[in-house]
């Protein structure tokens, strides 16, 4: 079973810059497609970025569109998301999902595209 671990929530100014870490400790993530999505208080959960397995295809909300960036590193499992020029309204908990795809092509933005979902890790944007 996949299961994902976030990291890297973490209080910071407006303006500042965090990295987000989403990893697997058992279960490659080769072949997954990766979404981040994020809740604020309140609000349903949004999709914010997403990934292609083979890392070709991207996709970001157009409220990050230019100040957010997800990329993969194979070597150590992980999909990262950097976060740059954050704004209080980035504040929520963000979370990571997984969905298998062998295409390697394949990316999406949907909630329900996704079967696999990590805990989540708090981001405040506070000054």
């Known amino acids: 079973q996949l299961q994902l671990v976030e990291s890297g929530g973490d209080l910071v100014q407006p303006g500042g810059s965090l990295r987000l870490s989403c990893t697997a400790s058992?279960?490659?993530?080769?072949?997954?497609?990766i979404g981040w999505f994020r809740q604020a208080p309140g609000k349903e959960r949004e999709g914010v970025s997403c990934?292609?397995?083979?890392?070709?295809?991207?996709n970001y909300a157009d409220s990050v569109k230019g100040r957010f960036s997800i990329y993969r590193d194979y070597a150590k499992n992980a999909v990262y998301l950097q976060m740059n020029i954050l704004k209080p309204e980035d504040t929520a908990v963000y979370y990571c999902?997984?969905?298998?795809?062998?295409?390697?092509?394949?990316?999406?933005?949907?909630?329900?595209?996704?079967?696999?979902w990590g805990q989540g890790t708090q981001v405040i944007v506070s000054s």
């Open positions: 999902a997984a969905d298998y795809d062998a295409s390697g092509t394949y990316y999406s933005l949907s909630r329900a595209d996704f079967a696999s």
């Open positions: 058992e279960v490659s993530l080769d072949y997954y497609h």
């Open positions: 990934i292609s397995s083979n890392g070709g295809r991207t």
